[in-house]
């Protein structure tokens, strides 16, 4: 592919924009089989915490890699087998209705209009309309687009956030699982502000970066380090810098923590009733151990909500 070359060299932080910025480790990235891996080196702020590629891939490239998923689908997939993994792994859809909802409760304004940048299958834009919103869908990827049409009977508008030129204010703009893929979250977020009414809400979710997670698995974990498509890995303390410097009062967050419950028995590749057996037990210590992450700031998933003064 001739667009993988690296995009400029940064020089601050790209959530809280300090100087105090160093090498933090390096992690390669094989995108297809064959061809020579690359590899990208992690800065991280002394500031805030968040880190990010330095050098990141260029935009170009990033584009390449969004045009069918943007959460690494190689072939086009059906709506019904979106729907079965939910079925055995409820996730999307719990977190649209739940950040919906608070979207909802928070926002002051009297505008009943919603932007989902990065609408992917649909279930946040589903969501949202369930809550009453007129809803506004952005999103890249081709693979995702047709399911979120077989789940919504319209269509998302297909294009990056940066080629989005709004002709109205929101009440609530939702951007679940992507401010991490793209460069210069500053700007997208300075972006979002302008184009939310007075009182209306940004509801966000990324990757935690001071996930416990990361913490044991280093530079193998893949939920959060997942190179190059995640270009920012955002603390807690990061994104509300991030979103507080571009005029956005933060006046929520909490954190999510969701294992697979066969997470463990496939690492372990267990099978028959050991399987079975690790399966139950994950399932069982899940709630109470996830409480505990979140509670110690170590969980998987940050969400933050912030209100447009
Ligand atoms: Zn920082």
Same mark, same amino acid.
């Given at each position: 592919?001739?667009?993988?070359?690296?995009?400029?060299?940064?020089?601050?932080?790209?959530?809280?924009?300090?100087?105090?910025?160093?090498?933090?480790?390096?992690?390669?990235?094989?995108?297809?089989?064959?061809?020579?891996?690359?590899?990208?080196?992690?800065?991280?702020?002394?500031?805030?915490?968040?880190?990010?590629?330095?050098?990141?891939?260029?935009?170009?490239?990033?584009?390449?890699?969004?045009?069918?998923?943007?959460?690494?689908?190689?072939?086009?997939?059906?709506?019904?087998?979106?729907?079965?993994?939910?079925?055995?792994?409820?996730?999307?859809?719990?977190?649209?209705?739940?950040?919906?909802?608070?979207?909802?409760?928070?926002?002051?304004?009297?505008?009943?209009?919603?932007?989902?940048?990065?609408?992917?299958?649909?279930?946040?834009?589903?969501?949202?309309?369930?809550?009453?919103?007129?809803?506004?869908?952005?999103?890249?990827?081709?693979?995702?687009?047709?399911?979120?049409?077989?789940?919504?009977?319209?269509?998302?508008?297909?294009?990056?956030?940066?080629?989005?030129?709004?002709?109205?204010?929101?009440?609530?703009?939702?951007?679940?699982?992507?401010?991490?893929?793209?460069?210069?979250?500053?700007?997208?977020?300075?972006?979002?502000?302008?184009? !939310?009414?007075?009182?209306?809400? *940004?509801?966000?979710?990324?990757?935690?970066? @001071?996930?416990? #997670? &990361? =913490? %044991?698995?280093?530079?193998?974990?893949?939920?959060?380090?997942?190179?190059?498509?995640?270009?920012?890995?955002?603390?807690?303390?990061?994104?509300?810098?991030?979103?507080?410097?571009?005029?956005?009062?933060?006046?929520?967050?909490?954190?999510?923590?969701?294992?697979?419950?066969?997470? !463990?028995?496939?690492?372990?590749? *267990?099978?028959?009733?050991?399987?079975?057996? @690790?399966?139950? #037990? &994950? =399932? %069982?210590?899940?709630?109470?151990?996830?409480?505990?992450?979140?509670?110690?700031?170590?969980?998987?998933?940050?969400?933050?909500?912030?209100?447009?003064?």
């Amino acid at each position: 592919m001739t667009t993988e070359t690296y995009g400029d060299v940064l020089h601050e932080c790209v959530a809280c924009g300090a100087q105090k910025i160093s090498y933090w480790r390096r992690k390669s990235f094989q995108y297809t089989v064959g061809e020579n891996a690359k590899e990208f080196h992690i800065y991280r702020c002394a500031c805030c915490g968040t880190g990010f590629l330095n050098q990141p891939p260029d935009r170009q490239w990033l584009k390449a890699i969004y045009q069918y998923s943007g959460q690494a689908l190689t072939e086009s997939i059906a709506l019904k087998n979106v729907l079965d993994r939910e079925r055995a792994f409820p996730n999307c859809t719990v977190d649209a209705e739940r950040m919906a909802r608070h979207a909802k409760q928070l926002d002051t304004s009297t505008n009943r209009r919603a932007l989902d940048i990065g609408s992917g299958f649909g279930f946040y834009t589903q969501a949202l309309r369930m809550s009453g919103y007129q809803t506004v869908s952005i999103n890249p990827g081709q693979y995702e687009n047709q399911v979120f049409k077989d789940l919504n009977g319209d269509e998302p508008l297909t294009m990056m956030f940066e080629q989005y030129q709004p002709e109205q204010a929101f009440g609530v703009v939702v951007m679940s699982q992507v401010l991490e893929h793209l460069l210069e979250p500053d700007r997208a977020i300075a972006k979002v502000a302008s184009l !939310l009414e007075s009182g209306g809400v *940004l509801a966000c979710a990324v990757p935690n970066y @001071a996930s416990f #997670l &990361v =913490k %044991l698995l280093g530079t193998k974990e893949n939920a959060c380090l997942w190179v190059p498509e995640h270009v920012n890995y955002f603390t807690e303390q990061g994104l509300k810098r991030l979103l507080e410097r571009n005029g956005l009062q933060v006046v929520k967050t909490e954190q999510i923590t969701r294992i697979q419950f066969n997470a !463990l028995s496939r690492r372990l590749g *267990l099978t028959g009733r050991a399987a079975a057996f @690790a399966d139950a #037990l &994950v =399932k %069982l210590a899940q709630i109470p151990f996830g409480r505990m992450m979140n509670a110690l700031g170590l969980g998987i998933y940050i969400n933050v909500y912030a209100v447009k003064r």
